[in-house]
């Protein structure tokens, strides 16, 4: 659920009764989801939002048993800037697919939290969404005083944030959001933490649950195939994620040349995975018709691999997520992925 390089704006205090709310759809442990469009919701989407909901309450220690209520909104909510917003006095969530779990981390917050530090709730927002974090266009202290969130440097606020959650005790971030002083919680000052993020940080972070996929099959060394009936029943099946149906899967792979096939649905997206830290930013690379998604994938999305006729990929080393599509509602799609040389 990454936002991309879009602007995520929280409007504080905010009124969201300028339009009527679409209607709830879907009642989850963790939430109530409202929807502006009728195309399903599949379990395993629901299923992943409780996920992080409990994973933002254990990071922030905010458990609760209040449902924090969602609207998703196909082409966005018309009086937000950007993807989504969280609206603090209504306590509601005004949000696209994919800023959910940007959103829900703004709404644990404010269980504890009546006035927002813009720097440290977008920062912790960043860092505690889905996706890894990695160093922004700025320094922290040229964004650490911005009121506007128009403004900020996401990149920076969030890169710093996960910085601090890896390098000293994670449950020190709530004081900050709270309101307590930097040189209180951590034992230095604001300069010092951030002439040391300077010098230390790597350039990027992996995801908290990087490439969280069952296995593609593999019936023979070098040789991955799998049938997979997709749809919403599927226990793994999403909906209306740039096509309309799709299961992912995940593949270790050796550097090589492969040949790529996908029978029936729309294709296939072979989109890397960052496992580790990258103490470095990877430079750009194309091998043959498929970028170096595994050592660039910060910013790739991964074409799609058209079915029906084979595709040979150069490929380098590592783990990639394959993602099976097909615009039908229900339709059983084989993907056959092989190791050439």
Not at 12 to 34: F, N, Q
Not at 78 to 97: A, M, N, P, V
Not at 198 to 213: M, V
């Amino acid at each position: 659920m990454r936002h991309g390089p879009w602007l995520l704006l929280t409007i504080v205090g905010a009124s969201a009764c300028g339009e009527p709310l679409p209607p709830i759809r879907y009642e989850t442990d963790k939430a109530l989801i409202g929807t502006d469009f009728d195309d399903p919701v599949c379990e395993h989407q629901l299923a992943a939002i409780d996920e992080h909901i409990r994973f933002v309450e254990d990071m922030l220690d905010a458990p609760s048993d209040e449902k924090i209520e969602i609207y998703v909104y196909a082409n966005g909510p018309g009086d937000c800037i950007g993807l989504g917003c969280y609206y603090h006095e209504e306590g509601i969530i005004k949000t696209t697919w994919p800023a959910i779990d940007h959103e829900v981390v703004h709404a644990v917050e404010a269980r504890f939290t009546d006035e927002p530090r813009v720097f440290w709730s977008e920062g912790v927002a960043e860092a505690l969404e889905m996706n890894g974090t990695h160093e922004g266009a700025s320094s922290v202290l040229d964004n650490i005083d911005q009121q506007d969130r128009r403004a900020l440097d996401y990149a920076t606020a969030g890169h710093f944030v996960r910085w601090l959650m890896e390098t000293q005790d994670p449950s020190l971030i709530r004081p900050l959001l709270e309101g307590s002083a930097v040189d209180s919680v951590y034992g230095s000052s604001m300069e010092q933490l951030a002439e040391d993020y300077e010098t230390q940080h790597p350039y990027a972070y992996p995801p908290w649950f990087p490439c969280d996929y069952p296995p593609l099959s593999s019936p023979e060394p070098e040789y991955w195939t799998e049938e997979i009936a997709i749809s919403c029943d599927h226990p793994e099946g999403t909906a209306g994620e740039n096509f309309r149906y799709s299961v992912v899967r995940s593949v270790e792979l050796p550097a090589g040349q492969y040949s790529l096939e996908t029978f029936g649905g729309s294709g296939t997206r072979m989109v890397g995975c960052q496992m580790d830290i990258w103490q470095q930013q990877p430079m750009p690379m194309t091998h043959g018709d498929l970028p170096n998604q595994v050592e660039n994938s910060q910013t790739a999305v991964g074409r799609l691999f058209l079915s029906g006729e084979p595709h040979q990929l150069m490929l380098t080393d590592g783990t990639y997520k394959v993602v099976v599509a097909t615009e039908a509602p229900s339709e059983a799609v084989r993907v056959e992925l092989r190791h050439l040389d």
